[in-house]
């Protein structure tokens, strides 16, 4: 299945599939899953999923490739990822550029230190991915609340990375304004200052302000105002893509969560407009 630039998604959980099966919203354009939360499972399960992968299109954000880890490579599990993927025809594939494995699970996304050096490793182990994989790896920018042995810019580490891996990346908005609220930077700035061309689909989601000087990203609220200044903000300066809307974490009615997805597709026909009148 092909997708439209101009298409709003959302994260699937498996308590939403009976609603999802028995309405088939017609806003939900494409759904995102991780694949570690249904490579396990057969049955009743994975015949409900087939279902939904049969009618729409599908992105897979993963949980546990943990690309920056000082462990080897998972090569066993990468292998599985791209059956997964294979055997279901996702589109796209997406991780995280972090880790969550250190001698053992960590259970959280850890962040990498900003410096040359993790630049060249991490982006070693993204080629090794993109191989075994034969398809490109999706890098997401994280959030992150402290930046151990930090040598370099977040923007910097991050266009280094994208470069010298040659991957695409999944521009998180929500993250940008959580860590720009967080290290004290400027939201709009760093946006602009992602290369464009690498740019594979966006992120928007909700957080917690747990201070006025720190937001924690839940993915378990309604998505703020600033969050969708920044997403149009991201449409006006490299364009329409798809949308993924993240909700993880006090997950409302699926006729709730269709009113963000309108909300997503109504900034892209304001963009679309603009760009037709300027042409």
């Known amino acids: 299945m092909s997708l439209d630039k101009h298409s709003a998604g959302l994260g699937l959980r498996r308590e939403m599939l009976p609603e999802l099966l028995q309405l088939k919203p017609a806003d939900i354009d494409f759904f995102e899953v991780a694949p570690e939360n249904w490579l396990p499972y057969g049955g009743k399960l994975q015949r409900d999923f087939r279902r939904l992968t049969e009618q729409y299109p599908f992105f897979c954000h993963g949980l546990s490739l943990s690309i920056a880890s000082p462990d080897p490579l998972d090569v066993a599990f990468v292998k599985q990822v791209k059956q997964f993927l294979d055997e279901h025809q996702i589109l796209q594939y997406s991780e995280h550029l972090s880790y969550c494995s250190a001698d053992g699970h960590l259970y959280d996304l850890m962040p990498i230190p900003f410096t040359e050096e993790a630049i060249h490793y ?45 991957c695409q990346l999944l521009l998180d908005v929500n993250n940008i304004y959580v860590n720009a609220v967080n290290h004290g930077y400027d939201a709009n ?18 957080h917690y302000q747990q201070t006025a000087n720190l937001l924690i990203d839940t993915h378990g609220a309604d998505v703020p105002d600033p969050v969708w200044q920044l997403l149009q903000a991201a449409y006006q300066h490299h364009g329409v893509k798809p949308t993924l809307y993240e909700r993880d974490f006090n997950v409302p009615a699926i006729t709730q969560l269709c009113q963000e997805l309108r909300y997503i597709k109504q900034l892209q026909h304001t963009q679309r407009q603009l760009e037709r009148q300027a042409s």
Request: no cysteine; aromatic share 10%; net charge negative.
């Open 122 to 166: 991490v982006s070693g182990r993204i080629k090794q991915v993109q191989d075994i994989l034969e398809r490109p790896l999706i890098l997401e920018n994280v959030s992150y609340y402290v930046a151990p042995d930090q040598q370099l810019s977040e923007q910097h580490f991050l266009q280094a990375v994208l470069e010298e891996a040659d």
């Open 189 to 206: 700035t760093f946006l602009q200052m992602m290369p464009t061309e690498r740019i594979a689909y966006y992120h928007v989601a909700g």
